[in-house]
């Protein structure tokens, strides 16, 4: 984690990386422009089969989330977004982001006396490039920039939240089974090991480009307090801008700032957001794209299902769940690496990303960097570069074909 944060009572890559993010607008839980889907459930959904209480509770997550705060919420001093869903917009509220000058923030860090630091004392880490000065002229703070002494920079664009819910259910020992399996491309997954202060246990990792979050609520608070810099039982410190004090009546708002529990709205919209639905009828180009997709062996870490364990809720429970993706960390090479660490993620390891949904994202890879899959996929490096070769290999027509397969997921 980037802050500290305190004990609450509260009980989102390899051989292809690619996915993006996005906060704002979107379909309701009752409307949406999207039909051709695998099971009916059209992107932006709740998951089918919800009882009562927990399609309530998706709504008003669902409202809450596109919610846009005001200082009177506790927004600011500094932040980069006024709602989830300014960012996570793309097909649905929920998804990736559509507007690179939004959905994409800065991270920084760098060594102090040899050890990695997250630079807080200087802003990090993650800059927040807009304050409530925009509001109010005379307001006394502005945005954060870059300082100089951040020795790695890196642009993070925003990941699409669907089927997050899944992904939390599936079992810790699947994930943990695919650890360093061997491989005769040299791939080897490592998951991440996170503290939860909210359970007290250290937990594999699953959202976040690095995999640095382990639960969806951490995951909501992180965003909260990173974004639009609103504090939560979780996360109790403010933000200090360029890592200055915040003179005394600046801030007004009381800590916790999250008196309404938005967080834990936002944790209920996430868990029951449905996934992407793969499109069919598949057609013989996607049939040929996904064969030349596993020949070319991008399914070494892009692993096309998972299921969920028992759970208490029918529609997470013992589910498959078609991400493709891992959730493990890669080396990805020197040309994607940031230098960022996180937890024990290093500098060059990235999660894999999932890639259902992928026809509803603009940009790929973290930094947004990627206009199109060909750009995305030749970007690849360190373990994924086999498997790359591989694809580069493949006629034009062959590329297409794995392309239109992938669209359809």
């Known amino acids: 984690m980037n802050r500290i944060y305190l004990l609450a009572g509260f009980s989102l890559p390899a051989v292809l990386l690619l996915a993006v993010a996005g906060c704002g607008g979107g379909s309701s839980a009752t409307t949406s422009s999207s039909t051709q889907t695998r099971n009916d459930v059209a992107i932006g959904q709740p998951l089918p089969g919800l009882p ?19 200082a009177a919420d506790g927004l600011g001093p500094v932040f980069n977004g006024t709602s989830c869903g300014e960012c996570h ?34 802003g990090g880490a993650v800059i ?24 790695f920079v890196s642009h993070r664009i925003t990941t699409p939240l669907f089927g997050l819910g899944l992904i939390l259910a599936i079992p810790e020992s699947t994930l943990l089974a695919r650890e360093n399996m061997a491989d005769s491309d040299g791939v080897k997954g490592m998951a991440n090991r996170i503290y939860n202060p909210e359970t007290g246990k250290t937990e594999i990792g699953r959202f976040g480009w690095k995999a640095q979050h382990s639960s969806i609520h951490l995951f909501a608070g992180d965003a909260y307090l990173n974004e639009m810099g609103i504090t939560s039982a979780s996360f109790l410190a403010e933000n200090l801008p ?16 999250d008196s309404d529990g938005d967080i834990a709205k936002f944790t209920s919209f996430l868990t029951y957001l449905a996934p992407p639905s793969s499109l069919r009828p598949m057609t013989a180009q996607m049939k040929r794209g996904s064969e030349l997709f596993e020949t070319a062996r991008c399914t070494s870490c892009h692993v096309p299902e998972m299921s969920t364990g028992p759970n208490s809720i029918a529609a997470l429970s013992n589910r498959p769940v078609r991400l493709y993706s891992d959730l493990l960390l890669h080396s990805m090479g020197s040309s994607l690496a940031d230098g960022i660490q996180q937890e024990i993620a290093k500098g060059d390891q990235f999660r894999t990303a999932p890639l259902w949904g992928l026809r509803y994202r603009k940009f790929y890879l973290h930094d947004g960097r990627a206009g199109s899959l060909i750009e995305a996929v030749l970007s690849h490096a360190g373990e994924a570069a086999p498997a790359r070769s591989r694809f580069s290999r ?4 062959q590329q297409a074909d794995v392309f239109a397969f992938l669209n359809s997921l």
């Open 128 to 151: 927040q490039a807009r304050s409530l000065k925009e509001f109010d002229p005379t307001y006394p703070i502005a945005g954060e920039v870059v300082p100089p002494n951040a020795q």
């Open 394 to 397: 493949l006629s034009p027509a």
């Open 89 to 122: 917009r793309q097909g649905a509220l929920g998804g990736a982001g559509d507007n690179l000058n939004v959905a994409r923030v800065t991270r920084i860090g760098g060594f102090i006396q040899g050890a990695y630091s997250d630079l807080v004392s200087s």
């Open 242 to 257: 360029q890592g200055k004090t915040i003179p005394i009546g600046v801030d007004a708002v009381a800590d916790p700032e």
């Open 52 to 70: 009562s209480e927990a399609l309530s509770a998706f709504i008003e997550g669902q409202n809450s989330f596109r919610k846009t705060e005001a």
